[in-house]
């Protein structure tokens, strides 16, 4: 420190000023004579030492530590007295009340008007807040790992330009890694993705880098234990001023998840497949019935209308449990689209009664494809068109071929679909906003899109809302299928 | 008229198919599991044989391929017909083997047109 003159002129500060900065000083400043006893004090000493004025002279710092802070005190005034400065000393302050307070404190030699040394300056600040605010984020962190391990999380940030990546402790659980085996990165990740899920991954990260947000995805999983597992994992860019900075991701093991929805899955399937034989039994026999004794059609005919009924519930069902599973396959081959179609409308039954449809195909026409899958394509979009069409106003079904497939339309005259919609309408569990709860399962169109995507095809909606929508779909011809000669 | 021959563990779909090809003036002869249906292959050899692959005990891919291996299916046409919903389910001994398949609950005239399509294909 300069000497203290009274001439502003010679660059020095003036004793007032000198008074009045340290009095104002959010940290404590305290002078004590060569005994240790405090003579000058500011206002924040007596904050930090918790004593009123009166209380202050001639107390000593010593009196107010414990344990290894007054070791390190003592020790700390001994360099003091040889003339030496101690720095940053970390000490816990007991104040007058018993309250203990972190301070960060330096001591420096004072000196008396001869200049030998006469006691210290002391200067300590308060660290409690800093304490506390450190404490409080160790026991944030402390809480994301609980959360991340009992939620079975995990979360991570990709640096684009560093091309590095941090994994939180959760990421390493759900990889069963030990994080000194692993330094983490995309291509880290993506050696734990199983092989035939690795290209999506890849091409999510990608897409996230580029700046766009990839659709969460289910993928596998070979833990670094070699075991098999499902992570549910979701990606967003994340930016800052100069643009895309990287990625921000957290992934979720989801493998308890996949074995209970594939026991369901099974579950289902095979209830369905156990109730198909005794209802064609059932259908079979009441058709024969209605051959021979038209008489008994009072009786008959509800039996039939109700096991169809059922045999279209039981259809919902695989259709909702394999759109779940991601597990709808199909086996196309080249048949007539006239009888699939006939075999839709008769399987929808009571559905179309009273209904007006208007049914324009093309005579004769071959499509490529699976029967099964078709029926359920039909049946969805036509089941749609008569759910949220008038009832006086026809559905109209069209077939036709051109440019190497087969279009097919089925036109409602209903409210119609915002353009915002058209590809949403298409996700499973979709309904359109504002619409009273529409019965059903909401997997029907995105059954539909799944089905004509398997089959090469492409489905879409066009529509004015107040005039009606028209759903199309192709099937694209294929080559020859040599399985079905 | 058509010499079919039914395989089906269920006893009603039996006497269901049988009615009703009956009534189309074809005959019927019906079997319960592979080897009583290998039996009645080997007395005569129908045109057309609707096979359920799910069988109690011996499969139906199982018959199949030993028709095929024994040449017994040459002059066979062969419908599955399952409660399965997805063919490929049946394994790729199953559908590739057939000639035609008839998803459960089929109508009488799918079933009809199953048979009768199949015939008409042997003859032409």
Known sequence: MRTVSGDPREGLVPVADLTAVIESSSDAILRQDATGAVVVWNRAAQRLLGRPAEAMRGTTLSAALAGPAAAIWAEALEHVRAGARREGLRLDIRQRGGLVVPASVTVSPAHAPDGRTDGAWVVARDLSEQVLAQRTLAESEQRVHQSELLAGT????????????????????????????????????????????????????????????????DHRLVRADGSPGWVFLALAPSRGPAGVRGVTGVCQDVTERKAVEAAKEDFLSTVSHELRTPLTAVLGFASLLHADAPDLDEFVDPIVRNARHMHEMVERLLDYSRLEAGRV??????????????????RMGAALEGRKLDVAVEPGLLVRADPDALERILVNLVGNALKYGPPEAAVAVQARRGGGAATVSVADRGPGIAAEHHTAVFERYFRVPG????????VGLAIVRQYVELHGGHAWVESIPGDGATFFFTLPDGPADGEHP | MTDVLVVDDSDDIRVLTRRMLERRGHSVRAAADAEEALDMLLAAPPQVMLLDLQLPGRSGSDLLDELRERGLLDDVRVVLFSAQVNPKALGRGGLAAADGYLSKPFTQEQLIASVEDGSREKRS
């Open chain 1, 154 to 217: 995990g979360s991570f940030v990709v640096d684009r330009d560093a091309g590095a990546m941090q994994w939180s402790a959760g990421m390493y659980a759900i990889a069963r890694l030990d994080p000194l085996d692993v330094e983490p990165s995309v291509d880290a990740y993506l050696d734990l993705v199983h092989p035939d899920d690795r290209a999506g991954v890849a091409a999510a990260f990608a897409t996230a880098l580029a700046g766009d947000a990839p659709p969460d995805r």
């Open chain 1, 329 to 346: 396959t199909v086996e196309p081959r080249e048949i007539e689209f006239g009888p699939v179609l006939d075999a839709s409308l008769e």
């Open chain 1, 435 to 442: 619409r009273a709860v529409a019965t059903g399962t909401g």
